[in-house]
């Protein structure tokens, strides 16, 4: 297919591999590049940086990363209102007896602490200390905590012992955080708590992400999955436009607990 000829699709492809090649790159290049006007260019940035997946500039545009994230007590003080009202709201979309995989992360923990207030009986496994130990306050809990090796920054275990302990169960949703989450899905900072997260999809038959709004339209390390493998996204305000719609066509299905 010739350049000119490209769908708004390919169009945005290639804008997002020529923006990764160069970290930066100018409107007049792309369009050359491409084939097509320097207006067309411009509203296909636009579109792009408001799903998250650029940065716009004078002129041209910048890939949006994330390149560090604070430990989790860093984290903790943080956003402290919305992470308690999407813990809230993601607890009360657990079923009661359900088992439930939660990942280690500050508003994960919030789930979990909102979950340990409910008179539920539950199964949780985890591979985050903090989990446990609020999960562990309800008796009517089971609590399972994983294997592996100590993530200070996390205050969770990570590595392939952990993965492989989290392949011996099944569970009914696997709640999971994120560093960032655009329109080519959620993504972390941390390998090893990516894969964490994957494992606990891969045995859960549901999947909820749980994010605040601070980490929409951002790029992490490492992308955890697509937004198609996510069932249910808990956040405490609506996302731009087309970040919402890429959620909706992806099928999942949207909560926003903004009070």
Same mark, same amino acid.
């Given at each position: /297919?010739?350049?000119?000829? *490209?769908?708004?699709?390919?169009?945005?492809?290639?804008?997002?591999?020529?923006?990764?090649?160069?970290?930066?790159?100018?409107?007049?290049?792309?369009?050359?590049?491409?084939?097509?006007?320097?207006?067309?260019?411009?509203?296909?940035?636009?579109?792009?940086?408001?799903?998250?997946?650029?940065?716009?500039?004078?002129?041209?545009?910048?890939?949006?990363?994330?390149?560090?994230?604070?430990?989790?007590?860093?984290?903790?003080?943080?956003?402290?209102?919305?992470?308690?009202?999407?813990?809230?709201?993601?607890a009360g979309l657990i079923e009661k007896g359900?088992?439930? /995989?939660?990942?280690?992360?500050?508003?994960?923990?919030?789930?979990?602490?909102?979950?340990?207030?409910?008179?539920?009986?539950?199964?949780?496994?985890?591979?985050?200390?903090?989990?446990?130990?609020?999960?562990?306050?309800?008796?009517?809990?089971?609590?399972? *905590?994983?294997?592996?090796?100590?993530?200070?920054?996390?205050?969770?275990? *990570?590595?392939?012992?952990?993965?492989?302990?989290?392949?011996?169960?099944?569970?009914?949703?696997?709640?999971?955080?994120?560093?960032?989450?655009?329109?080519?899905?959620?993504?972390? /900072?941390?390998?090893?708590?990516?894969?964490?997260?994957?494992?606990? /999809?891969?045995?859960?038959?549901?999947?909820?992400?749980?994010?605040?709004?601070?980490?929409?339209?951002?790029?992490?390390?490492?992308?955890?999955?697509?937004?198609?493998?996510?069932?249910?996204?808990?956040?405490?305000?609506?996302?731009?436009?087309?970040?919402?719609?890429?959620?909706?066509?992806?099928?999942?299905? *949207?909560?926003?607990?903004?009070?």
């Amino acid at each position: /297919m010739e350049p000119g000829r *490209l769908t708004k699709k390919e169009r945005h492809e290639l804008i997002l591999s020529e923006v990764r090649r160069s970290a930066s790159i100018r409107i007049s290049k792309l369009a050359r590049r491409i084939g097509v006007a320097g207006e067309t260019i411009r509203r296909d940035l636009i579109e792009l940086g408001e799903a998250g997946l650029i940065n716009r500039t004078y002129g041209g545009a910048t890939i949006s990363l994330v390149t560090s994230e604070p430990v989790i007590a860093e984290r903790g003080l943080t956003m402290v209102e919305e992470r308690a009202r999407v813990g809230r709201g993601a607890a009360g979309l657990i079923e009661k007896g359900s088992i439930v /995989m939660i990942d280690g992360g500050s508003t994960t923990y919030e789930v979990a602490r909102s979950l340990s207030q409910l008179g539920r009986d539950l199964t949780i496994i985890t591979n985050s200390i903090g989990v446990a130990s609020v999960a562990g306050a309800n008796p009517g809990f089971r609590v399972i *905590l994983c294997p592996g090796t100590y993530d200070s920054r996390e205050a969770a275990v *990570l590595g392939e012992d952990t993965v492989e302990f989290v392949r011996r169960y099944n569970a009914d949703v696997a709640v999971i955080g994120a560093s960032a989450l655009n329109a080519e899905g959620p993504s972390d /900072m941390i390998s090893g708590a990516a894969a964490v997260k994957r494992a606990m /999809m891969r045995r859960s038959l549901s999947t909820m992400l749980v994010v605040t709004n601070d980490k929409f339209g951002r790029s992490g390390l490492e992308r955890v999955c697509a937004l198609s493998e996510i069932s249910d996204i808990v956040t405490d305000s609506e996302p731009a436009a087309e970040l919402r719609a890429a959620i909706h066509e992806a099928g999942g299905e *949207l909560h926003v607990f903004a009070e």
